[in-house]
């Protein structure tokens, strides 16, 4: 028996290859779907083991660590194993069409290159998630980088060039610096699994350093304001399913990372102050990219820069969760709900922004051009993806029901009881521009056209993609049980004991 | 444009630079400080898992350390990285428009001199490969080195126009590139099937599963090499003309 953790990289690998050896036509659809299927299947066996018998743990290559590699499953990894599952199948779904020989956007030859290249992507996704080792983390963060570039490239375009090596380079730049970050561990702890460097005694600065070389790696490779300048482009210029696979997902491993260094490895007087400024970066993203968002007159850079500014509240979890230098808790007894809001914004916000960019692929592929002018008439000549638009926009803003509700909502609890009352107007005043450019975006669907003009007729399968991921991301908002229940398994959000 | 405005923007284009030089150098030397500073603190004595790596190393099945924390000990980490090399051939694909090498350009002119040169060298690199890839399981060497001078022999091949990769079709080139992620992928099947541990290798036959995974490394490691010569954007007309369009982009 192969465990199931196992499965959720080993499925997405196996595709992986099968698509890379027989890209040819009659293979390309089935080895996709049964792909996409295994994994699904793999991702439902181990949340149901999770669920049922706690977290999980195993040894490769019969070593168990500190020699050899573990892989490590509690809830916060099934929660963004499940994300990525569900997301990324659903992206798939619409990319069955995009990379097909029905769809005129792309040339025979890419569609011989996404699905080996997204498969690795998600397979490394779910490594990153599962691993408990950090230098296994930078190889799988290399993996993943690779793999988004080249799927950036894809499109052929000559700025989605000029855009992929701008990401390359910054996101090398971020690999480096994790990576050094990594052998100062090593040095101070003299063991890579994040299990047994949590269970060591604090080292001062050594560890502090490190610490600081890997945040910065890592918050460059999240886009967090001001390292954020690679995003928009890298973003915007990709095929729509790249796009919302980068938005969605990506940008999510390398915080993921973070948040594990954050509660496994980092602790002392400067944690307070490093946790406030993280805040505060993330308070000028919020701000920054919903202003920068407002200002764009194509969708695809509108959505980028929204992302930018939808950034900025996952570093909010810094400053709720950190230590002031006395010892004491910033938040003592709020932190089950900063990090269930912060993850729950990572979710909602996955989904929503997955919807918008495969709308922005209909429009794109409807009208030629994702010019905002040019989209008037939309809401006539393409209701469900107008509607999944409006409905993704509404998570986004954070109106009650959706997802994105909930999130901002369990923020803005931790921020008030923590006493720091400053994170809840950079909220508020975000989800205020946030409605801002969801309006400014709409406006021009419901403006009638002109005169009426030729476009290309949509097929019902994109849309209907774009459509659940925007439903999903606003029905998740009305049930928080379940997901509440399966973040606290395994205890992922330990707070070190004082001293 | 009047001379007055150029002037000023190249003044301007200066000053700019002279900031980013600041600002480079100011992090620069931040960092050099932290590193110093860190590494004054760090613990002293011997630490970390060499020792542990040495002691274990009877059970690995090679006599080398580094050969062992590669291929037994974590060896999941070398599977993902021969992952990072199948990507780079995918991305450089990916550049060339997605085509494989169906349409790289006829190799160069012969020369008698260099393919002399060749005809001499070719078997030579090819011993060279395969001695390293055996020395590997004592000292340094294996399937990196070994893959990196047999790509050598295959560039070499292209430059000097005698056909090679670029002759044997796309599925066999496909299959090259792939035997080595798929050696990693089968062992980690086969060896939970067997009721091992994941990638675990049994003492007994370690030695013999790691040259073999390694043998097939050493092929995919090799073609890598060799493809990304062949197909380098320039080898033939599309990418040439995407990679004008990039410089051109890059300068406005």
């Known amino acids: 028996m192969i465990e199931p953790m196992a499965w959720c990289i080993l499925a997405p690998f196996i595709g992986a290859s099968l698509a890379f050896l027989l890209p040819g036509r009659v293979w390309r659809r089935p080895i996709a779907i049964g792909a996409i299927g295994a994994t699904l299947a793999s991702v439902w066996m181990l949340t149901s083991q999770v669920w049922n018998s706690g977290a999980q743990r195993m040894d490769l290559s019969g070593w168990p660590a500190p020699l050899g590699i573990g892989l490590a499953a509690d809830g916060f990894s099934v929660f963004m194993i499940v994300m990525t599952g569900v997301v990324g199948s659903l992206i798939g779904a619409y990319a069955l069409w995009h990379y097909s020989d029905l769809s005129d956007a792309t040339e025979p030859a890419e569609r011989r290159l996404f699905w080996p290249l997204w498969l690795i992507l998600w397979g490394s996704l779910n490594a990153i998630y599962l691993s408990s080792d950090i230098f296994n983390i930078y190889v799988a963060l290399e993996v993943i980088t690779l793999a988004a570039v080249a799927l950036i490239t894809l499109s052929g375009k000559a700025e989605a060039l000029v855009a992929a090596m701008r990401y390359l380079l910054a996101a090398f730049l971020g690999s480096l610096s994790y990576l050094m970050g990594v052998a100062l561990l090593y040095a101070t702890h003299g063991a890579l699994d994040l299990v047994i460097i949590a269970d060591q005694e604090r080292a001062g600065l050594p560890e502090v350093g490190a610490f600081a070389l890997m945040a910065t790696g890592l918050a460059l490779k999240t886009a967090l304001f001001p390292m954020h300048f690679w995003l928009p482009p890298a973003h915007s210029k990709a095929a729509a399913p790249v796009s919302a696979i980068l938005s969605a997902l990506v940008v999510k491993a390398s915080f993921y990372v973070l948040l594990r260094l954050w509660f496994g490895v980092f602790d002392g007087p400067a944690m307070y102050a490093v946790g406030i400024l993280l805040g505060t970066l993330g308070s000028a993203a919020i701000i920054w990219g919903a202003f920068q968002a407002l200002r764009q007159m194509s969708l695809k850079l509108l959505i980028a820069h929204s992302t930018v500014a939808q950034i900025g509240y996952l570093f909010l979890i810094f400053p709720l969760t950190a230590r002031r230098p006395s010892g004491e808790l910033a938040a003592a007894g709020w932190i089950t709900e900063a990090c269930t809001g912060v993850s729950y914004h990572a979710l909602s916000h996955a989904l929503a922004k997955a919807a918008m960019f495969l709308g922005a692929g209909v429009v794109l592929h409807v009208y030629g051009s994702d010019l905002l002018t040019n989209m008037r008439g939309m809401s006539r000549r393409l209701p469900i993806t107008t509607f999944a638009l409006a409905i993704a926009g509404v998570s986004l803003m954070g109106l009650p029901p959706s997802g994105g509700f909930?999130?901002?909502?369990?923020?803005?609890?931790?921020?008030?009881?923590?006493?720091?009352?400053?994170?809840?107007?950079?909220?508020?005043?975000?989800?205020?521009?946030?409605?801002?450019?969801?309006?400014?975006?709409?406006?021009?669907?419901?403006?009638?056209?002109?005169?009426?003009?030729?476009?290309?007729?949509?097929?019902?399968?994109?849309?209907?993609?774009a459509l659940a991921l925007a439903l999903l991301s606003v029905l998740v908002g009305f049930r928080l049980e379940e997901p509440f229940q399966l973040l606290v398994i395994g205890d992922p959000f330990p707070i070190f004991d004082l001293p | 444009m009047t001379r007055h405005d150029a002037t000023l923007r190249r003044r301007r284009r200066r000053a700019l630079l002279r900031v980013r030089i600041v600002v480079a150098g100011a992090g620069a030397l931040a960092l050099a400080l932290l590193l110093v500073a860190a590494v004054l603190e760090l613990p002293e004595g011997p630490l970390g898992l060499a020792e542990e790596a040495a002691a274990q190393l009877a059970h690995t099945g090679v006599d080398h350390a580094v050969t062992a924390v590669l291929l037994n000990y974590r060896s999941y980490d070398t599977w993902l990285e021969v992952g990072v090399l199948l990507l780079a051939v995918m991305a450089i694909f990916a550049l060339r428009g997605g085509a494989h090498l169906e349409n790289v350009r006829p190799a160069p002119r012969r020369d008698p001199l260099l393919t002399w040169l060749t005809r001499l060298l070719i078997p030579m690199l090819t011993l060279t490969a395969g001695y390293l890839l055996w020395l590997g399981k004592f000292a340094p060497g294996g399937a990196f080195q070994a893959g990196v001078v047999l790509g050598a022999a295959g560039a070499m091949l292209r430059l000097s126009g005698t056909p090679s990769l670029d002759r044997i079709g796309d599925v066999a080139i496909r299959i090259l590139l792939a035997v080595g992620f798929l050696a990693f992928l089968v062992a980690a099947v086969a060896t939970r099937l067997a009721g091992l541990d994941m990638l675990e290798l049994p003492p007994g036959r370690a030695g013999d599963i790691i040259l073999m995974v390694e043998t097939l490394a050493t092929i995919s490691i090799a073609t890598t090499c060799a493809v990304l010569v062949m197909a380098m954007p320039g080898a033939e007309s599309p990418p040439a003309i995407a990679a004008k369009d990039v410089r051109k982009e890059a300068r406005t």
């Open chain 1, 406 to 465: 909930a999130a901002k909502w369990l923020i803005v609890t931790a921020a008030l009881g923590a006493g720091q009352w400053w994170w809840v107007l950079v909220i508020l005043i975000g989800g205020l521009l946030t409605a801002g450019y969801i309006f400014l975006m709409l406006r021009w669907a419901f403006i009638s056209e002109d005169a009426p003009i030729q476009l290309r007729p949509a097929n019902m399968p994109i849309q209907l993609a």
